[in-house]
């Protein structure tokens, strides 16, 4: 089925450690975006990429990094994770309204 | 500030009872409104966009609004299968890229 592909769909990390989520879209859409979603806050961007080879910050993006691979993958990496980064993590590619994957949960404990 | 909000927080409703849930928005140049519908475990799922004051669009048992200030997402004979939780965000004028995300309304319809 078309869509986005996010991996993986459940994580656990030790402070400080690092990890990269994955995503991959085969809807041949330009932009796309690496979200996180906490109770009662709705979905805040984290980064976005207009196009391949692009990247801005969204609303919150201390203490993470991302990675246009090719138009396909865009990548979200944390360097040293913090137990504030324990979230819900949706990547979306979009042409007019979005389409999310369904999501990773991380614990950083 | 750009904001959104939604309300209630939460609707328990029983299987045939019809309502509304509410989106407001404070947002300057609004490009876009659309709803979403998530499950419990999922990204969101794409429901409707809407452009202008006036408009409505409907999808089965769900119809919605749009005025200048606010969105009712109208849920008519709702079923067991209708529960979930309902978002709302708006695209703004000035950040093409970028929308703001309502909090949600989690929906229950009990049989």
């Known amino acids: 089925n078309a869509g986005v592909t996010q991996t993986p769909k459940f994580q656990v990390l030790k402070t400080g450690q690092s990890m990269t989520l994955q995503c991959a879209q085969d809807m041949n859409h330009n932009s796309m975006y690496w979200y996180r979603q906490d109770p009662g806050m709705g979905l805040r961007l984290i980064y976005y990429?207009?196009?391949?080879?692009?990247?801005d910050k969204g609303e919150v993006p201390n203490g993470y990094n991302v990675s246009r691979l090719n138009k396909r993958e865009f990548s979200l990496r944390l360097e040293s994770a913090a137990p504030s980064q324990t979230s819900v993590y949706f990547c979306?590619?979009?042409?007019?309204?979005?389409?999310f994957g369904s999501g990773t949960r991380l614990t950083v404990v | 500030e750009d904001q959104v909000t939604q309300s209630p927080e939460a609707l328990r409703l029983q299987e045939g009872e019809s309502s509304s849930l509410n989106c407001s928005y404070t947002?300057?140049?609004?490009?876009?409104l659309f709803w979403y519908r998530q499950d419990p475990g999922k990204g969101p799922e794409f429901l409707f966009t809407?452009?202008?004051a006036g408009e409505e669009k409907e999808k089965e048992r769900l119809k919605a609004t749009l005025t200048k200030k606010e969105s009712f997402l109208h849920i008519t004979a709702p079923k067991p299968e209708d529960s979930a939780t309902y978002l709302c965000?708006?695209?703004?004028?000035?950040?093409?890229?970028?929308?703001?995300f309502g909090p949600g309304t989690r929906l229950s319809v009990l049989p």
């Open positions: 947002v300057s140049g609004l490009r876009g």
């Open positions: 990429s207009a196009s391949e080879g692009t990247t």
């Open positions: 809407l452009y202008s």
């Open positions: 965000a708006v695209r703004r004028d000035n950040y093409g890229q970028n929308f703001v």
């Open positions: 979306a590619s979009r042409e007019d309204g979005y389409t």
